[in-house]
């Protein structure tokens, strides 16, 4: 084999310094989003989305985290470490007027709020007075939502009903499932994951009431309970726009998926959220997840927000969100 020549070495060198080169520069412009979620519904759409390359034109890598409770959503915000976040739209809107800069891109869910029991007298808020009943995040959404209600019914929830209070969903279905409490107002999934818990052990709880009908009964409005939607820091938004129209384009197509084949979305979810499959199966259809763009889901939210207002302005920012909060 001939020896190779020095402009052939040099040549061959270069080349490498090249590709070399080009490897470095790939590796440093490669784009990552963080998407962190509750370990929720809305949290399933994002890992299918993620599973499946629905958000391959947002970034060339997307990864999901979860975040557990509302005081580490909030902590993240305000810090930085969280731009672009699945949360409560009364979080949002919150922070949005207590000027941290963060926009409501879309809405994830139309509602996914029950109250679980396995007291089968038990079909419609009335039928509470006297019980005992938990509920996951004092004032927050679904405290407040919970409470709105039953004063449409002339209830007063520290009068007429035993509260009890619990840091996260998962306390609130040990309660439940232990028989501590007659009742609980859980969102999903843990709503399925009491249920499947209870199953196990040879009793039926069930979901008797849905709070997203008795909403609509009480203020003559649609069945509909935005909860929880896709939200961005402002400068996400001002500087990487064109990312953020990706990210909710890739969900809007996912969720559609999503509700046509729960199976195959729970399992993707599953390792990501760390919940048993069944149980991420069983949630979605009762989930009523959804994308709807904030802009054209702002009635919807300002109905919900208004309700808020009347018992606890303070937990919005004491205002609705003017027209730029919705993207």
Do not use: C
């Not at 990552?32 to 599973?51: D, K, L, M, R």
């Not at 391959?56 to 959503?73: G, H, M």
């Not at 709503?191 to 199953?199: C, E, F, H, R």
């Not at 890739?250 to 979810?269: F, H, K, R, Y």
């Amino acid at each position: 084999m001939p020896l190779m020549t020095r402009r052939a070495m040099i040549a061959s060198a270069a080349a490498a310094a090249f590709v070399a080169g080009r490897s470095q520069a790939s590796a440093a412009t490669e784009r990552e989003v963080v998407i962190w979620g509750p370990p929720a519904g809305p949290s399933i759409t994002v890992a299918h989305a993620i599973a499946t390359r629905r958000l391959r034109q947002a970034a060339d890598k997307v990864t999901i985290k979860t975040w557990r409770n509302p005081d580490e959503l909030r902590a993240g915000l305000t810090s930085g470490t969280m731009s672009v976040v699945v949360l409560p739209t009364q979080t949002a809107a919150n922070l949005y007027n207590r000027g941290l800069g963060i926009r409501l891109v879309n809405v994830m869910t139309d509602g996914l709020l029950y109250i679980h029991t396995a007291d089968t007298s038990v079909t419609e808020l009335p039928h509470l007075k006297g019980r005992s009943v938990a509920l996951p995040f004092r004032n927050d959404t679904p405290d407040l939502l919970f409470l709105r209600l039953l004063a449409a019914h002339g209830l007063d929830a520290r009068r007429d009903l035993e509260l009890h209070y619990t840091g996260t969903p998962i306390e609130a279905v040990q309660l439940l499932a232990t028989g501590r409490v007659d009742a609980a107002l859980l969102p999903e999934p843990a709503g399925a994951a009491v249920m499947l818990k209870a199953k196990m052990s040879g009793r039926d709880i069930v979901r008797a009431i849905d709070i997203q009908k008795a909403w609509a009964a009480a203020t003559g409005l649609r069945p509909v309970l935005p909860q929880a939607g896709l939200g961005v820091t402002t400068e996400v938004w001002e500087t990487q726009r064109p990312m953020v129209e990706a990210l909710h384009q890739g969900l809007a197509e996912a969720v559609i998926s999503v509700n046509a084949n729960p199976a195959q979305a729970a399992a993707d979810a599953a390792p990501v959220l760390g919940m048993p499959l069944p149980v991420l199966e069983q949630s979605i259809p009762p989930s009523n997840l959804v994308i709807h763009r904030a802009s054209e889901a702002r009635a919807d939210l300002e109905a919900l927000y208004a309700a808020i207002m009347e018992t606890q302005p303070a937990m919005i920012g004491g205002r609705l969100p003017p027209a730029e909060f919705y993207l």
